[in-house]
C-alpha cells in the first residue's frame, strides 16, 4: 500500500532573490478573490508586490502564515520581502539547501498565480476534449491537468459540464507518465476512485484521509505496467500543501482542500478522475460535436451483435490487440449459432477519451443482455483504439 | 517732554521685541510657505530673513529655504547647484542629499541618485546607525521566515546592531525645544513614578552600576514579567543584576539540559533565551534599577513558573515519545483547539492513530524561549521528532493555560 520513496534531486541553479524577481515581470490579467481562500491570498500579496506595495503585501502575509504557520510559501515570500528591505538580497542561499526545494516553491507560485490571474480556459468556459459523455451515476468528474498543476471538478449536467471547483495540487517527483513500481511517476489515464481510507489509520503524510484509484487499470496491465497504490490524499502537517512535483506518483492537496473534495467524490467507482499531463481544452459545441461519432461506433457494435451476424460483430475486435482473439471468434460464432435472437440494452453509458498519445476511447455501460435462452445484466468496460484510421476494441472486461 | 519720551523708549523696545519675534518665527514660516506652495510670499519672508542679522546662525536652513524655493519654481539647475552648496557647507543636513538625489532619479542617472542618498546616510551617523539596525532587524526577519519556509536549521546571521551613543547627531535636528522639554519631562516622570513606587518599600540599591545599561521593556513598573536579557541585541548585559539573576539560573539549567541531548548547536538564538523583545526594548541610560523585595519575589516566582512550563513541555515530549496517548493527551486542556479546524473529538481520534501507528518516536524540546502572562504562557522551542518514517526538527508554539494550578495545552502550533 506505502510505495517505496526515493527522494528526487533537482540541479537547478538558486538564483538571488527566490520568487519575487521572476514574478513582478509577469503580467496583471485579472484579480478575483474571495478573501478567506489561501491561494486568493498568496496571489493579492502578488499582486501589492508588483504595484509596489510592498507594506501591503507584508500585512497579507503575516496575516496568511499566522492562519496557516506551515505555509512554505507564505513564510519564503515573506522573507523575500523582508530580505529586499535589510538590503541583503543573497539570504535566501544561506537557507536554501537543496535548490530543488526553491524550484518547487516557485513553481507553485507561478502556477497559483496564472490560475488566480489569467484568464484560463476553464474559466472561459472550454471543457477539456475527454469529456464526451458520462453516466447519470458519475455526478462529478475529477480532472487533473499535470501542466498545470490543477485538479479540475465538473459537475455533469447531463449533456453538458459545469465547472463547480478547481484546486492546486501535487503530481509525482518525477512528474507523468508512471510505468513502473517506484518511479515516482504520476500515471496517465482514465481512472476510479475505489474506496475511502481515513486518515486515522495513515501516517502524518496523507493528511486526513486519501481515495484510491485504480491504477493499474485494465489498459495499464495490459502493458505491463507495475505499481500500486495511487491515491489522492491531503498533506503531512508541516506543511500546508506540497510544491508541484513532490508525491510518490499521487495527487495530494492541502488538507483544507482534501476536505472539500470530499463532498463530490463517491468511492463506489462512480467518479471518474481523468490524469492528463495536459488537457486539450475545447468549446462546449467542439466537445458535442465530437460525441456522436464516437456514439456511433457503439451503437454500430450494439446493432452488429443483434444482427447475430458473428463476422460483422468480430469486426468490431482486434485481431492484433484483442486477446485470446481467435478462441474469442469462435466462442461468439458457437453461441451465436444457436441464438435465434438477441437484445441489447445499454444504460449508464460513459465516453471517455484516454489521456496520453494514443488514440483511445475508454467506454464504460451496463448491458442488458436478451435472447431466447439468455438474459443478463453486467457492467461492461471497454477500450476502443484508432489504429490505421479503424476504430477497434482492445479490451473488453 | 517726559511723556513721549517715556513712550518712545517703550516703542523702541516693544519694536524690537516685535521684530526679534518675527524674525524668529519666519525661519520656521518660510518653510511652511513653501510647504503650501506659496512661493512668492516664501520668497519676500525669504529676503527679509536674510537681513536679519539674527539669523546669521541659521544660514544653512535659508540657504536650503531657497533651494526649495527653486526646485518648486522649475528652476532645477539653480536649485541643483545650491543643493550641492549645502552639501559641501552643511554636510549633516539630510534635505540636500534626499532632493538631489530625486533630481537624478528622476533623470534616470540612478547611480548618481543612489550615492548621493548613500552620502546623505555615511553624513549622518545617527541616521545611519538607525537605519543600518532597521537592516539589520529585517535581515533577522527574513532569516526567521525563510528558515520556517525552507525547513533550514542553518543559522540566522547575527543581528549586528549599534547604539547611537553621541546626542550631538540627535540634537543637531531637535528644533522644538518645547516638543524636546515636554518630552523629556514625560519620560521623566514616567521613570520618577517607577521609582517612587520602589522608594516606598525603603529598599536600597541593589547594585550601582552608571556604566551599564539597564534595559527594561518601557518603563521599570509596567511590564514586571518582560524582562529582557538579549544577549545579542542592543544591550549590553548587566552582570549582577538582581532581576536577571534568578532567571539566568533558571535557563542556564535549561541550556544544559538541551545540550545534553543530541541538539544541534546552531547558535543563532540568544544564549539566554527568557522573555525576548529585542524590537520593543527602550535603552534607558539612567541610574541602575532598584528592585523592591516584591519585584525580586515575582521574579523568583516567574523562574519558577517557568520551569514548571518547561517541565510541562518536557513531560508532554516524554508522552509522546512513549506514545501513551492518554497521558499525552493529559498534557492539553479540555478547551484545547485544535488545528485545521478538527473537532477536538476527531483530533483526539487522529492523535490517538497517530502515535500508535509508528514503531518508534523520539520527540526532543530544546531551546526554549518562554513568554509567561499570568496564567496564560507561550513556550516556543526547537522540536526533534524522529520515527521510523521521519525526522526533523522544527520550531513549535505551544500556547498554555494554568488550569488548577496545573499547566495545559490550549493551542499547538508550529
Keep these: 500500500m506505502i510505495m517505496s520513496c526515493t527522494s528526487a534531486k533537482f540541479s537547478k541553479r538558486i538564483g538571488k532573490l ?78 536554501a539547501s537543496d535548490p530543488g526545494q526553491l524550484d518547487g516553491l516557485r513553481d507553485e507560485t507561478r502556477h497559483r498565480w496564472r490560475s488566480q490571474t489569467a484568464q484560463t480556459p476553464a474559466e472561459q468556459g472550454m471543457v477539456p476534449a475527454n469529456l464526451l459523455a458520462s453516466s447519470p451515476t458519475q455526478r462529478y468528474i475529477l480532472a487533473a491537468d499535470a501542466s498545470e498543476s490543477r485538479l479540475y471538478v465538473y459537475e455533469n449536467l447531463g449533456t453538458s459540464y459545469q465547472l463547480v471547483a478547481d484546486y492546486f495540487m501535487t503530481i509525482g517527483k518525477q512528474g507523468m507518465g ?10 496517465e489515464g482514465v481512472y476510479f476512485v475505489t474506496s475511502y481510507l481515513p486518515g486515522e489509520g495513515l501516517p502524518d503524510r496523507y493528511g486526513p484521509g486519501a481515495f484510491p484509484i485504480n491504477y493499474p487499470n485494465e489498459y495499464d496491465k495490459k502493458l505491463k505496467r507495475t505499481g500500486y497504490g495511487i491515491w489522492i490524499h491531503g498533506t503531512e502537517s508541516e506543511n500546508y500543501n506540497r510544491v508541484p512535483l513532490a508525491s510518490d506518483g499521487c495527487l495530494s492537496l492541502s488538507n483544507d482542500e482534501f476536505l472539500e473534495i470530499q463532498q463530490f467524490v463517491s468511492t463506489d467507482w462512480t467518479t471518474p478522475v481523468i490524469i492528463s499531463s495536459k488537457f486539450d481544452w475545447v468549446q462546449p459545441e467542439t466537445l458535442k460535436a465530437a460525441v456522436s461519432p464516437a456514439r456511433q461506433l457503439i451503437d454500430q457494435w450494439k446493432a452488429d451483435w443483434e444482427s447475430l451476424d458473428t463476422d460483422r460483430f468480430v469486426s468490431h475486435y482486434s485481431p492484433t490487440h484483442f486477446k485470446n482473439y481467435n478462441a474469442f471468434v469462435k466462442r461468439k460464432k458457437q453461441v451465436n449459432a444457436a441464438k435465434e435472437f438477441i437484445e441489447i440494452d445499454l444504460n449508464n453509458l460513459s465516453i471517455y477519451d484516454y489521456p496520453g498519445d494514443e488514440s483511445m476511447l475508454i467506454v464504460s455501460f451496463d448491458q442488458e443482455y436478451r435472447s431466447d435462452n439468455h438474459h443478463s445484466v453486467t457492467q461492461k468496460k471497454q477500450y476502443w483504439m484508432k489504429e490505421a484510421g479503424r476504430w477497434q476494441i482492445i479490451h473488453e472486461s | ?156 546571521p547575527p543581528m549586528q546592531l549599534a547604539t547611537i551613543e553621541n546626542s550631538d547627531s540627535i540634537g543637531a535636528f531637535s528644533r522644538r525645544p518645547a516638543l524636546v522639554a515636554s518630552a523629556e519631562s514625560f519620560i521623566e516622570q514616567t521613570l520618577n513614578a517607577g521609582e517612587n513606587a520602589q522608594a516606598a518599600d525603603n529598599t536600597p540599591p541593589q547594585n550601582n552600576q552608571s556604566d551599564t545599561d539597564v534595559v527594561a521593556t518601557s518603563s521599570p513598573q509596567n511590564d514586571k514579567n518582560n524582562i529582557v536579557v538579549a544577549a545579542n541585541s542592543v544591550v549590553q548585559k548587566t552582570q549582577s543584576d538582581s532581576v536577571t539573576e534568578p532567571l539566568i539560573e533558571s535557563t542556564t539549567e535549561v541550556q544544559q539540559s538541551a545540550t545534553a541531548g543530541k541538539e544541534d548547536d546552531t547558535n543563532d538564538e540568544p544564549a539566554v533565551t527568557v522573555v525576548e523583545k529585542p524590537v520593543e526594548v527602550a535603552k534607558v541610560n539612567t541610574a541602575p534599577t532598584k528592585l523592591s523585595d516584591e519585584a525580586k519575589q515575582l521574579a523568583e516566582k516567574n523562574a519558577a513558573e517557568k520551569q514548571a512550563l518547561i517541565n510541562h513541555v518536557k513531560s508532554w515530549a516524554s508522552a509522546w515519545s512513549d506514545r501513551d496517548v492518554d497521558r499525552y493527551l493529559s498534557h492539553y486542556s479540555a478547551g484545547f483547539t485544535p488545528r485545521n479546524n478538527l473537532s477536538i473529538e476527531e483530533w483526539k481520534k487522529q492523535r490517538y492513530g497517530r502515535l500508535r501507528w509508528r514503531e518508534f518516536i523520539i520527540v526532543k524540546p530544546s531551546r526554549y524561549r518562554i513568554e509567561l502572562n499570568d496564567n496564560v504562557a507561550t513556550v516556543n522551542f526547537n522540536q526533534y521528532y524522529k520515527s521510523e518514517r521521519f525526522e526533523d526538527t522544527i520550531r513549535k508554539t505551544l500556547k498554555l493555560k494554568k488550569e488548577n494550578g496545573q499547566w495545559r495545552i490550549t493551542h499547538e502550533l508550529i
Design chain 1, 18 to 95: 527566490s520568487l519575487i524577481l521572476p514574478l513582478v515581470t509577469l503580467s496583471l490579467a485579472k484579480i478575483a478573490f474571495a478573501e478567506s481562500k489561501y491561494e486568493a491570498t498568496i496571489a493579492e500579496s502578488l499582486s501589492s508586490l508588483q504595484s509596489a506595495n510592498l507594506d501591503h503585501s507584508l500585512e497579507s502575509l503575516e496575516k496568511l502564515v499566522e492562519k496557516h504557520p506551515n505555509s512554505k510559501l507564505g513564510h519564503l515570500l515573506l522573507a523575500d520581502i523582508l530580505s529586499a528591505r535589510a538590503g541583503s538580497l543573497d539570504l535566501v542561499n544561506q537557507f
Design chain 1, 178 to 187: 508512471k510505468n513502473k513500481e517506484g518511479d515516482l511517476r504520476t500515471p
Design chain 2, 1 to 156: 517732554m517726559k511723556p513721549p519720551r517715556f513712550s518712545r523708549i517703550f516703542l523702541l523696545i516693544a519694536g524690537l521685541l516685535i521684530t526679534s519675534q518675527v524674525s524668529a518665527q519666519s525661519v520656521e514660516s518660510i518653510f511652511e510657505l513653501i510647504s503650501n506652495s506659496d512661493l512668492k510670499k516664501a520668497q519676500k519672508a525669504l529676503n527679509s530673513a536674510k537681513k536679519n542679522t539674527n539669523n546669521s546662525d541659521r544660514n544653512g536652513e535659508l540657504l536650503f529655504a531657497s533651494a526649495l524655493i527653486a526646485d518648486k519654481s522649475g528652476e532645477t539647475k539653480k536649485a541643483i547647484g545650491l543643493y550641492l552648496a549645502l552639501i559641501d557647507s552643511h554636510p549633516a543636513m539630510l534635505g540636500p542629499y534626499n532632493n538631489l538625489a530625486i533630481h537624478y532619479a528622476n533623470e534616470g542617472d540612478y547611480k548618481s541618485a543612489v550615492a548621493t542618498l548613500e552620502k546623505a546616510l555615511s553624513a549622518n551617523q545617527a541616521v545611519a546607525t538607525a537605519y543600518g539596525n532597521l537592516q539589520s532587524i529585517y535581515a533577522r526577519m527574513a532569516s526567521l521566515a525563510y528558515r520556517k519556509a525552507l525547513n533550514s536549521n542553518a543559522p540566522t
